[in-house]
């Protein structure tokens, strides 16, 4: 534009850009882009003439509505340098302001992970390598988090003055999944089972199964989960398995920790006498070697087990072979093909018994010898009396644990074919060791009226020994009636 008072017309800018107005003693050229965020100043002094004031610089801006966001300090400084016969390119003279877009709207959880994996420098000689995965479990009533709805934004304004509107925040299309209900209007979200929360970019849901279609190794790493997992080949050492509702391996499992408040099912299991599992529910393999075993339920296995420490409230039944080695106590009987082994290797096995009050009952007879040692000691009567009273009390809940009635108690141990020497036997408060081998079917119960073992035909375990030894009592009774 050649016009000296004017706006710049359409013909093309000058490359210096903008839009050009042409005074006698200078050119100044104005951009503003389409947005309308910005004015910026170009300044070109001519031979001749007068230099541009700031009243005139105020007059061109006006002409292009430019009236927000000037910069005083940058329009007195492009004044100063314009009077000075400076030459100025794209000074920013004016700045509108821009639109903030509303945040989209989301889910806040929660609920944290239950493992993570330490990264970094920091603590690294602590970094567990076999924790591979993070898994967020949920209880059922648990709060898994809300919806937060998306917000409007925040309205911008060029340079003109004008509103610039923002971009509202976009919605979640997330699909609400199983074991999930939502409250309040659908912002608030509970787990209705418990499990794991699975969330991808399509649905949120909770699941109570987890599944390993191969070995649990480096790829998947150490296992914790509410809920069941099912692992379609092997556990390998030293990865760690936590299901709360019940595990199943389809191959064997390493020198691992297993605990699960439900079933526990594998192959075998080599656990080189460090191994563990702790189980809620029934234990079943086909064969368990040096593993310390704790289970709320039967342990039930194929062939063998082998050099372990078993406690059951439940019963110890091998099918096919032999228990050997190791101890064990079972509340609910022991039962197996052969009891022992031809090497006469050293077995304990007690049954009929809570093992919770076998240890009690280990602390409460080491107490008393402790405390009849100091009375046998001591030389003050008032000392004695006290030791006395000691004694006493620990007698009284001595007794009270053996007395204690379980129903769930079978003070019986079967042997199917053979019952080796070296087995040492404890069946409700009478313990024997075998020194010689017995060739079975044998049931081994105690005799409460001669004293010792009774080896009898064998039962099964679920008759159980006390309506067995009641019998006998019943017929001794009627033989002294006689």
């Given at each position: 534009m050649t016009d000296q008072h004017e706006p710049a017309d359409s013909s093309p800018p000058l490359a210096i850009g903008g839009n050009e107005i042409k005074k006698l003693g200078y050119s100044l050229y104005i951009r503003i882009p389409d947005s309308g965020l910005e004015c910026r100043c170009s300044y070109v002094p001519h031979d001749q003439g007068s230099m541009m004031t700031g009243e005139e610089l105020t007059a061109f801006l006006k002409q292009y509505n430019v009236h927000e966001g000037i910069d005083r300090d940058a329009f007195d400084g492009f004044v100063l340098k314009a009077t000075a016969g400076q030459q100025q390119l794209d000074v920013l003279l004016a700045s509108g302001i821009e639109p903030v877009a509303g945040a989209d709207e989301h889910l806040s959880l929660s609920v944290q992970s239950s493992a993570a994996v330490r990264s970094g420098e920091e603590d690294i000689t602590k970094v567990d390598m076999h924790i591979v995965q993070a898994f967020i479990n949920v209880y059922s009533g648990d709060e898994i988090g809300r919806i937060i709805p998306a917000e409007p934004g925040i309205p911008g304004k060029n340079i003109m003055g004008q509103p610039i509107p923002a971009q509202p925040g976009k919605p979640l299309h997330v699909k609400i999944g199983k074991n999930i209900r939502a409250e309040e209007d659908g912002a608030l979200l509970i787990a209705s089972a418990t499990g794991r929360l699975c969330c991808s970019a399509a649905e949120i849901s909770v699941e109570e199964e987890y599944l390993v279609k191969g070995d649990v190794n480096f790829r998947i790493g150490s296992i914790n989960f509410k809920g069941v997992v099912e692992v379609r080949g092997d556990v390998l050492d030293h990865f760690d398995i936590t299901a709360s509702k019940g595990l199943t391996v389809t191959g064997n499992i390493g020198v691992c920790n297993i605990v699960s408040d439900g079933d526990v099912t594998f192959c075998g299991m080599d656990g080189q006498d460090t191994a563990t599992i702790t189980c809620g529910g029934t234990l079943r393999a086909h064969f368990i070697h040096d593993v310390i075993v704790e289970c709320a339920g039967d342990?039930?296995?194929?062939?063998?087990?082998?050099?372990?420490?078993?406690?059951?409230?439940?019963?110890?039944?091998?099918?096919?072979?032999?228990?050997?080695?190791?101890?064990?106590?079972?509340?609910?009987?022991?039962?197996?093909?052969?009891?022992?082994?031809?090497?006469?290797?050293?077995?304990?096995?007690?049954?009929?018994?809570?093992?919770?009050?076998?240890?009690?009952?280990?602390?409460?007879?080491?107490?008393?010898?402790?405390?009849?040692?100091?009375?046998?000691?001591?030389?003050?009567?008032?000392?004695?009396?006290?030791?006395?009273?000691?004694?006493?009390?620990?007698?009284?809940?001595?007794?009270?644990?053996?007395?204690?009635?379980?129903?769930?108690?079978?003070?019986?141990?079967?042997?199917?074919?053979?019952?080796?020497?070296?087995?040492?036997?404890?069946?409700?408060?009478?313990?024997?060791?075998?020194?010689?081998?017995?060739?079975?079917?044998?049931?081994?119960?105690?005799?409460?009226?001669?004293?010792?073992?009774?080896?009898?035909?064998?039962?099964?375990?679920?008759?159980?020994?006390?309506?067995?030894?009641?019998?006998?009592?019943?017929?001794?009774?009627?033989?002294?009636?006689?």
């Open positions: 342990v039930i296995v194929d062939v063998e087990i082998h050099n372990c420490t078993i406690r059951t409230l439940g019963r110890i039944i091998v099918d096919k072979g032999a228990i050997s080695g190791g101890s064990y106590i079972a509340l609910g009987g022991i039962e197996a093909k052969k009891l022992g082994s031809a090497s006469s290797q050293h077995t304990k096995l007690h049954a009929g018994v809570d093992y919770h009050d076998v240890e009690l009952l280990e602390g409460l007879f080491a107490s008393l010898a402790e405390t009849q040692e100091k009375a046998k000691n001591s030389q003050s009567l008032t000392e004695i009396a006290e030791l006395r009273k000691t004694s006493a009390a620990l007698t009284d809940s001595i007794m009270a644990i053996r007395n204690k009635a379980d129903s769930r108690a079978n003070a019986k141990i079967n042997a199917k074919a053979v019952i080796y020497e070296n087995v040492h036997l404890t069946v409700g408060s009478v313990t024997e060791e075998i020194n010689e081998q017995k060739d079975g079917p044998h049931s081994v119960i105690e005799n409460s009226i001669e004293g010792g073992l009774r080896f009898l035909s064998m039962t099964s375990l679920d008759v159980k020994a006390t309506d067995i030894e009641l019998a006998f009592v019943r017929e001794q009774k009627m033989a002294l009636r006689t």
